[in-house]
């Protein structure tokens, strides 16, 4: 079983922010999920850095593209550790493996007979570098996604032709239920298909910043067909071994919804020209607002991942962008909102429980942990956990598995607030039952560590160490299958005084 993973990769005209972590972060929950199962991963993130929206930017900041592109480029790659990404491979677009890959392929679907030559006329977005139809345009020309003006390009292009994927298209929509989620971007995008799809720029005459057309030195290709391609090329590069044939198809492309027309509509046409598979699914995610706003970097309205991380840890910036926003829709996200999320479920939730459970066992036996059967009145709401969470994962619904696991994380506290292990330990008489207590308890914390660990990775290890039961597998992870023997002292996962932890 393999399992490869994608997040789009990010333009390099500007430093990245909580809309691109969020992303990051979505596929490194899968990626670890399926590591617990065993499964061969490949999660692979990186840079898009051709094309009008990094030319630009390099323009007006008076530089040239390939120094902007090389700056940004260290920062998004800087980005994974910082918010514990587990990433394989960080492509950029400038590797010249990459450049290869994209003239091999599109050379290719050219002789295939899928590429001719044509003018262009229409709008166009730079910051997109996107071409516009009349009716997706705002008032007064405009982008709907940056506001700015249209641009009106009339250009002699290589043309790709999509139309001619228009049955092919349909098709795969009418076999493949789920090849886009959740379902309302499966229709939009299926609509988009069943309006006529007209055929696309392969290439761009006027711009110098892009992969060389190998047929015609005039041209370089369309910054799109270029960075679509990474999710292939990476594979053939990123490791001494060519990975395509252990690794294609991609399971999940993850993206945002302004980037679904590329990946549901140009993408698959684009494989079905050069003869490739198409990938599993593409699961498309909404969009974090602030003041009812899309987070970017042009709108002004940033929320910085690196401020939050510095003074909560990662951990808990990814337990929230989960528990906030349900994935797949679009959200609002607050520095408000964040720290009562913190306090209320982190620290009262998660990190009491955790450190109540271990400082009873150290109290009342000293860190060792009997052995003996469970108690039945909790086991029963656990049973199934570790499988409807994964069948969660597989639908990439974040939100919901981690309100599984998040709903067992109160099933126990409550378990402790109703056998109050305290008063049992008052009485010799309940040695026995207040064994079995905290046994269950504690077998019941490690459960959800180990299930929380694809989201709260840093913290679910720790509290692992704590209860000497460093195990991730998904295997071991259902509540009964682990003996816990002895626990040791625990500092507190989630700190109140988060200055203090930063410090
Ligand atoms: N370079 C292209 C993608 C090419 S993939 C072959 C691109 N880059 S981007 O940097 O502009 O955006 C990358 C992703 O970040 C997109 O999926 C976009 O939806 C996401 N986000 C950017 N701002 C966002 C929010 N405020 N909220 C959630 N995600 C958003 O597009």
Request: one cysteine or more.
């Amino acid at each position: 079983m393999s399992f490869y993973v994608t997040t789009p990769i990010y333009y390099v005209n500007a430093a990245p922010h909580l809309g691109h972590a969020y992303t990051t972060i979505a596929a490194d929950v899968m990626a670890r999920h399926h590591r617990q199962r065993g499964e061969e991963v490949f999660f692979l993130t990186g840079t898009d850095e051709h094309g009008e929206p990094v030319a630009d930017a390099a323009h007006a900041l008076g530089v040239e593209p390939q120094e902007l592109a090389d700056k940004n480029a260290e920062r998004f790659r800087a980005l994974a550790p910082q918010l514990s990404a587990s990433n394989d491979f960080f492509i950029r677009t400038t590797d010249p493996q990459h450049e290869a890959k994209v003239q091999e392929v599109l050379g290719r679907v050219r002789e295939g007979g899928y590429v001719y030559e044509g003018t262009y006329e229409g709008w166009y977005c730079p910051r997109c570098a996107d071409f516009k139809a009349d009716n997706e345009i705002e008032e007064g020309t405009r982008c709907p996604i940056h506001h700015i003006e249209l641009t009106r390009e009339q250009e002699q292009n290589y043309f790709f032709a999509l139309s001619a994927f228009q049955e092919r298209l349909e098709a795969l929509y009418g076999e493949h239920e789920r090849f886009v989620l959740p379902a309302t971007r499966r229709n939009e995008a299926l609509a988009f298909i069943r309006s006529g799809l007209r055929d696309v720029p392969l290439t761009r005459h006027r711009l110098r910043w892009g992969v060389r057309v190998p047929w015609d030195d005039e041209h370089v290709f369309y910054v799109w067909f270029d960075a679509l391609l990474n999710y292939y090329s990476a594979l053939s590069y990123a490791r001494d071994q060519d990975l395509t044939a252990r690794l294609w198809p991609p399971s999940y492309h993850l993206i945002g919804k302004d980037i679904l027309r590329f990946h549901a509509v140009y993408w698959p046409a684009l494989l079905m020209a050069a003869e490739l598979e198409l990938p599993e699914h593409i699961f498309v995610h909404g969009f974090l607002l602030m003041d009812g706003e899309k987070m970017s970097k042009s709108l002004g309205n940033v929320l910085d991942p690196f401020a939050v991380i510095e003074r909560f840890g990662a951990d808990a910036l990814r337990f929230y962008l989960f528990r906030e926003v349900p994935f797949g829709q679009d959200g609002s996200v607050s520095t408000a909102s964040f720290e009562l999320r913190y306090e209320t479920e982190l620290a009262n939730e998660l990190g009491n429980l955790a450190s109540r459970t271990i400082a009873m066992l150290l109290r009342y036996r000293g860190g060792e942990v009997s052995s003996g059967a469970l108690d039945e009145s909790l086991t029963g709401d656990f049973s199934g956990l570790v499988d409807s969470v994964s069948e969660l994962i597989d639908g990439a619904e974040l939100t919901l598995a981690l309100d599984e696991i998040w709903r067992r994380v109160r099933r126990l506290n409550r378990y402790v607030e109703e056998r109050a292990p305290w008063v049992l330990a008052r009485d010799p008489a309940n040695a026995q039952e207040l064994d079995c207590v905290l046994r269950t308890l504690v077998e019941g914390l490690r459960s959800v560590a180990v299930l929380l660990w694809p989201f709260l990775p840093g913290s679910s290890e720790r509290l692992l160490a704590a209860l000497g039961a460093s195990e991730l597998a998904l295997a071991g992870a259902a509540l009964g299958a682990g003996q816990i023997a002895r626990v040791q002292a625990l500092e507190s996962l989630f700190p109140k005084d988060t200055q203090a932890a930063s410090a």
